[in-house]
Structures are given as structure tokens and as C-alpha cells.
């Protein structure tokens, strides 16, 4: 194992922040990268990498590992310091109010213009000049603040990629993730060794997310020179939804660790063999396919309905009540689907997101992620 150091721009005089990342495995053509927390406030997946690194060590040290795999446990030292009289405010940067997981860059139209006259008739090749320039690309960046540099030293790391994994949790939720439709025949053993309750599937979600902006430029060049050239199939992006914020156990983390593991030597990135796999718990549903549920009113809100549960158009999932005037406003579902996902918090404001359903119906578009 090696462990690399890479010192971010400080924002203020006195302070200096790093993301620290531990590489595994020899140098293959092979790339596996995965980080924890880019939300800061979302644990569950740090505790799942303190316990990949160790596995990664074990079987690096038995000579298993069958790719280079980068592991970043603490992706976001930003947010990690965003503290307000016990509050931890993970999700935003508070100079900005940016959320950490949205506006990451789009390169692939600067590497096209790059590599046009560059690109050969090989594909172990033509792989090896798309990594070297998207390396270049960020090495050369200057970043302006220290969002910028955090985001910078993230995808140069993460864009060389075959397989990007990142983790995450929800508020109150089951275990789901996030994937590209060309990404989920490769990713489906992640899915299905995690216990996956709901794969969302979105070719573009809207807010440059970090697992699309990983894959863009490779999508990118191979739609402009596909047809020209042997180009590699490119980095397969997948955010895994760890349940929710208080799901941290260290029983839960090893399992999910286990189950990571299990995924990744089933793709063939470490050797052995995992066992009988488990079968998909559902199949993949389309992200504009979700319904989101807002409270219209402020008030106490008290949820109907389990997580899990399949809800019906028309059935009502949550109710806010107002103390005072005893008022009742039922949420009603208008399209229904498996209720995956719900806000944390008891009491709302009005236009509050409360409850996310995972159905085909929707038909959103647009900005389909949470914002």
C-alpha cells in the first residue's frame, strides 16, 4: 500500500487542509477508485472504508488484487470542519452554499480538441493517452478557491477510473444507488451483494453530480471518435446510498465492506472466488421515475407509511399537523412506488421534501437529484 498526500489551497492564513488516499495493488491497466463521505455528515461510509482498507491490505499482502484500487476514506476535510453549536453541516460549504456533491467540471470537449490528431488504432493505447491527458488536464488546473482544489484533486484521481465507486447515505432510507443506464450490467453485483432495495438510473441527472462528471469525458470522446477509432468501454460511475445518517455500526460497515469486496472479485478486480451471489432484490428503475413528496405547510410531521413499503396513487404516506389550530395535511401520493427514501427531520417548513417514492410513472425531467 502506498499513501499519498495532497495538500489543498488554504482559504485563510493558518490553515491548511489534505485529502489523504491509499493505492493498492500494482500499477494495471486495471483502476478501481472509491471514496467515502464527499457529504461529510454521511458516515455510514467512511466506517465502510476504514474497514475496506484493511481487507485491501489483507489481500494485497496475499497477492489478489487484480487492478490498481485508489481508496479515499475522507474525501471532503471541508465539510468536516463545518461545525455550528453541534451541528454538523456536511452537505453544503458554508462560504459558498454550494452543495459538495454538484458542479463538478466537464473536460470531455477540451480533450477531444487534444487528443484529435493523437488517437491510434489501439485501444490499450488510445486508453493510456485519454488517462494521461485527463491527468495533465487537472495537474495544470489552478484552482481559485479551496472548493476548487478539493474538486480538482478528487477527479484527477477518480476520472482514470474503470469502475468509480462513491459513497453515500440518506436521511432515513434503504440501501439504493445511483447509476448510468451503459454503467448497469457492470455494476449489478454491487447491487445485489449490498442487498440493493432500489437502482436509479439516469443518464443525466442535472447538477454535474460527481459519478457523472467522472464518466463525461470518456462518454464524450467515444461518441466523437467511436466511429474512428478503438476506444475503451471508459469509467463505469456508481453512488451507493448506505441506508441512512444513523446507520453507522461497526457490524453494518464490515458487512458492506465484505459485500464490496464480494462485488469486486465477482468483476474480476481481485481473484477468488466470492461465493453463491445473491439475487437482485429489484430490478432498475428510471431516476425521472421518482416521485417527490413536499410538505405544503409547516408543521409536526408524522410518516403513515414504512420504509419499503409499496405505496399506491392516492394512498397517504405522511401527515403535518399543526398543534395549534389542529389543523391535518395529509401528503398523498400522485404516482406511487416503494417509499425508499425520507426526511429525517420531525418538523417542516413549507416546500420541505418529505418522502421520496421509486416508481415508472413520475415522468420528471430536468434537475432529477435532490437539491
Not at 167 to 177: I, K
Amino acid at each position: 500500500m502506498q499513501q499519498q498526500h495532497h495538500p489543498l489551497l488554504s482559504a485563510s492564513l493558518g490553515t491548511q487542509r489534505e485529502i489523504v488516499s491509499f493505492h493498492f495493488g500494482t500499477d494495471s491497466q486495471k483502476r478501481v477508485y472509491i471514496q467515502a463521505a464527499l457529504h461529510g455528515d454521511e458516515l455510514p461510509g467512511m466506517a465502510v472504508a476504514w474497514y475496506l482498507k484493511q481487507k485491501l491490505l489483507a489481500l494485497e499482502s496475499a497477492g489478489k488484487l487484480k487492478a490498481k484500487i485508489t481508496l479515499v476514506p475522507v474525501a471532503n476535510p471541508l465539510a468536516l470542519g463545518q461545525h455550528w453549536h453541534g451541528t454538523h453541516l456536511g452537505r453544503f460549504h458554508t462560504l459558498s452554499g454550494q452543495d459538495f456533491n454538484r458542479r463538478f467540471p466537464a473536460l470531455g470537449e477540451k480533450l477531444a480538441a487534444e487528443l484529435a490528431g493523437s488517437l491510434t488504432q489501439s485501444e490499450y493505447e488510445n486508453r493510456r493517452l485519454i488517462r494521461d491527458a485527463i491527468d495533465l488536464y487537472y495537474r495544470d488546473q489552478i484552482a481559485r478557491t479551496e472548493l476548487e482544489s478539493q474538486r480538482y484533486t478528487l477527479m484527477r484521481m477518480a476520472s482514470q477510473a474503470d469502475l468509480m465507486i462513491d459513497l453515500h447515505c440518506d436521511w432515513d432510507a434503504l440501501p439504493h444507488l445511483y447509476t448510468t443506464p451503459h454503467a448497469w450490467s457492470e455494476v449489478e453485483p454491487l447491487a445485489r451483494w449490498l442487498g440493493s432495495e432500489v437502482q436509479l438510473l439516469a443518464q443525466i441527472s442535472g447538477g454535474e453530480p460527481f459519478d457523472e462528471a467522472c464518466c463525461e469525458p470518456w462518454l464524450t470522446l467515444a461518441k466523437r471518435f467511436g466511429d474512428d477509432y478503438p476506444m475503451p468501454r471508459g469509467l463505469l460511475p456508481v453512488t451507493l446510498e448506505l441506508r441512512g445518517v444513523a446507520d453507522v455500526s461497526a457490524e453494518q460497515a464490515e458487512k458492506d465492506a465484505d459485500a464490496i469486496i464480494n462485488a469486486l472479485t465477482e468483476s474480476g478486480y481481485i481473484s477468488g472466488d466470492p461465493g453463491v451471489s445473491p439475487a437482485l432484490r429489484h430490478p432498475p428503475t428510471p431516476l425521472a421515475g421518482c416521485e417527490y413528496i413536499h410538505a405544503p405547510y409547516s408543521g409536526l410531521l408524522l410518516n403513515r407509511r414504512k420504509l419499503g413499503e409499496w405505496i399506491k396513487p392516492g394512498e397517504v404516506v405522511a401527515e403535518v399537523i399543526d398543534p395549534v389550530s389542529d389543523h391535518i395535511t395529509p401528503l398523498v401520493a400522485e404516482y406511487g412506488g416503494v417509499l425508499y427514501a425520507r426526511n429525517l427531520t420531525k418538523f417542516v417548513t413549507s416546500g420541505m421534501l418529505a418522502v421520496r417514492l421509486a416508481g415508472e410513472s413520475a415522468g420528471r425531467s430536468g434537475e432529477l437529484l435532490v437539491m
